[in-house]
């Protein structure tokens, strides 16, 4: 079979540095290691299907608008499809497809019971009212109603979206089917079956195997300096849980601009600063940096925590820090990706650093299936043994192969997606 008719699809052009891209190249680095399992390669190299919809709403002002949205199950080989969903003008069915793919591949890394998808509005939510925010929601749960559910996929928050949107989204689908069915999104508030934990699971886990890799390395955490780009819920809540363990946070980036402090800045002020207009660089005591210069900031830990692609080869040949922990998913390019490993930077890969928001919605989904809900306690623990699990049996794999860990995340998860997939067979 031509290699055309395995990776090609007619109805994305994807490029070195574009999300799809990325994500093929990363497969393609994976495919060696698969051995006979390879066979099978498409599965991953293909969404299984994608769903666009036209999401019109009424305004306040009486007009009509038009949305562009989507919801893209790529693998549904070992469970139902989990993924997000983002509210974003940038929103494209090629980065959702990647975003989709991410999920495969972050779902069986850490070995959760779940195929991967995605799903996104091309919105700029910022510019609508509430009301009109809920109406895009609902009529967004609606229109993809035709592929979601609690057995079949399960939409959670990702970039512009929380846990208000989650209830929304619960509660159009419950109506529509005509019974409360609180697993099918996950993240919701508590009173409506959400998980305690959820929120700030993503930047929890992201210290959590951030942790374990500086163990590794023998970096202390305790005074090791951090710079993170985006400060939304996972940027901020990872210079919380990094702050308490001891480290400085010396600069932040986020839409607005960027700030640094060699001695460390103040995570409960900027965490109230980044949520008003003008975001970080509300900060009072730091100095501002320009947006090329945050790339360059001086520290142990560099942690990209807003939007793929934003990790470019120029700005990886500028990086100082020791490690790359990709909070984001999809923030390195591929060519920034071999800067960095030629320069002996360790890049801890996306499908493990973040793993640990949809290792908790896991756990909401099974709460919620049991009606009997968890200690803060219990989930914090499990969430740690997971992922620190997982980032053993990733670390063990990088040294036996000498692959990256990015490699070596994707080997264990695509073998298990694979492995599934040909037990299961073709049908007919
Ligand atoms: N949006 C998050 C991610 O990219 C969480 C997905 C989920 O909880 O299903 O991993």
């Given at each position: 079979?031509?290699?055309?008719?395995?990776?090609?699809?007619?109805?994305?052009?994807?490029?070195?540095?574009?999300?799809?891209?990325?994500y093929l190249a990363q497969i393609e680095a994976v495919e060696p290691y698969l051995g006979s399992l390879s066979r099978w390669i498409g599965t991953l190299t293909r969404p299984k299907r994608a769903l666009i919809v036209d999401v019109p709403i009424e305004m306040d002002d009486g007009s009509i608008a038009h949305y562009e949205g989507y919801r893209v199950q790529h693998s549904l080989s070992r469970g139902p499809g989990k993924g997000g969903v983002r509210f974003h003008p940038d929103v494209t069915l090629e980065e959702v497809m990647a975003l989709a793919g991410w999920m495969t591949v972050k779902n069986a890394a850490v070995n959760l019971p779940f195929g991967g998808?995605?799903?996104?509005?091309?919105?700029?939510?910022?510019?609508?009212?509430?009301?009109?925010?809920?109406?895009?929601?609902?009529?967004?749960?609606?229109?993809?109603?035709?592929?979601?559910?609690?057995?079949?996929?399960?939409?959670?928050?990702?970039?512009?979206?929380?846990?208000?949107?989650?209830?929304?989204?619960?509660?159009?689908?419950?109506?529509?089917?005509?019974?409360?069915?609180?697993?099918?999104?996950?993240?919701?508030?508590?009173?409506?079956?959400?998980?305690?934990?959820?929120?700030?699971?993503?930047?929890?886990?992201?210290?959590?195997?951030?942790?374990?890799?500086?163990?590794?390395?023998?970096?202390?955490?305790?005074?090791?300096?951090?710079?993170?780009?985006?400060?939304?819920?996972?940027?901020?809540?990872?210079?919380?849980?990094?702050?308490?363990?001891?480290?400085?946070?010396?600069?932040?980036?986020?839409?607005?601009?960027?700030?640094?402090?060699?001695?460390?800045?103040?995570?409960?002020?900027?965490?109230?600063?980044?949520?008003?207009?003008?975001?970080?660089?509300?900060?009072?005591?730091?100095?501002?940096?320009?947006?090329?210069?945050?790339?360059?900031?001086?520290?142990?830990?560099?942690?990209?925590?807003?939007?793929?692609?934003?990790?470019?080869?120029?700005?990886?040949?500028?990086?100082?820090?020791?490690?790359?922990?990709?909070?984001?998913?999809?923030?390195?390019?591929?060519?920034?990706?071999?800067?960095?490993?030629?320069?002996?930077?360790?890049?801890?890969?996306?499908?493990?650093?973040?793993?640990?928001?949809?290792?908790?919605?896991?756990?909401?989904?099974?709460?919620?299936?049991?009606?009997?809900?968890?200690?803060?306690?219990?989930?914090?623990?499990?969430?740690?043994?997971?992922?620190?699990?997982?980032?053993?049996?990733?670390?063990?794999?990088?040294?036996?192969?000498?692959?990256?860990?990015?490699?070596?995340?994707?080997?264990?998860?695509?073998?298990?997606?694979?492995?599934?997939?040909?037990?299961?067979?073709?049908?007919?």
């Amino acid at each position: 079979m031509s290699d055309a008719s395995t990776t090609t699809l007619s109805y994305v052009t994807p490029t070195p540095t574009s999300p799809w891209g990325t994500y093929l190249a990363q497969i393609e680095a994976v495919e060696p290691y698969l051995g006979s399992l390879s066979r099978w390669i498409g599965t991953l190299t293909r969404p299984k299907r994608a769903l666009i919809v036209d999401v019109p709403i009424e305004m306040d002002d009486g007009s009509i608008a038009h949305y562009e949205g989507y919801r893209v199950q790529h693998s549904l080989s070992r469970g139902p499809g989990k993924g997000g969903v983002r509210f974003h003008p940038d929103v494209t069915l090629e980065e959702v497809m990647a975003l989709a793919g991410w999920m495969t591949v972050k779902n069986a890394a850490v070995n959760l019971p779940f195929g991967g998808a995605k799903g996104g509005v091309r919105v700029d939510p910022k510019v609508l009212s509430r009301k009109e925010l809920e109406r895009l929601t609902r009529r967004y749960t609606s229109e993809i109603g035709l592929l979601i559910g609690p057995q079949r996929d399960i939409p959670a928050p990702d970039v512009n979206t929380d846990a208000q949107i989650m209830a929304w989204m619960m509660d159009t689908y419950s109506a529509n089917v005509g019974a409360t069915t609180t697993g099918v999104v996950t993240g919701k508030p508590l009173l409506l079956g959400g998980s305690l934990g959820r929120v700030k699971a993503t930047g929890r886990g992201v210290y959590f195997v951030g942790r374990e890799l500086a163990k590794r390395l023998n970096v202390d955490i305790k005074g090791a300096r951090v710079a993170i780009q985006g400060f939304g819920n996972v940027g901020s809540v990872t210079a919380e849980m990094f702050a308490e363990a001891g480290a400085k946070i010396v600069a932040v980036q986020d839409q607005y601009g960027s700030v640094h402090h060699p001695a460390g800045l103040d995570v409960a002020q900027l965490t109230a600063v980044a949520r008003q207009p003008g975001g970080v660089t509300g900060y009072r005591g730091g100095e501002s940096l320009s947006p090329e210069e945050f790339w360059a900031t001086d520290c142990e830990f560099l942690i990209p925590a807003a939007l793929e692609g934003q990790l470019t080869a120029s700005r990886a040949r500028v990086v100082k820090a020791r490690v790359v922990i990709e909070a984001a998913n999809g923030p390195t390019t591929t060519e920034a990706d071999l800067v960095l490993r030629d320069r002996g930077i360790v890049v801890l890969p996306d499908v493990i650093a973040n793993a640990g928001g949809v290792t908790v919605s896991y756990f909401e989904w099974v709460q919620d299936f049991s009606s009997f809900f968890w200690s803060e306690g219990e989930i914090n623990q499990r969430l740690d043994q997971i992922m620190t699990g997982a980032f053993a049996t990733i670390w063990d794999t990088h040294l036996q192969h000498r692959v990256t860990l990015r490699t070596a995340a994707f080997i264990i998860g695509c073998t298990r997606v694979l492995q599934a997939r040909a037990e299961r067979g073709l049908y007919p």
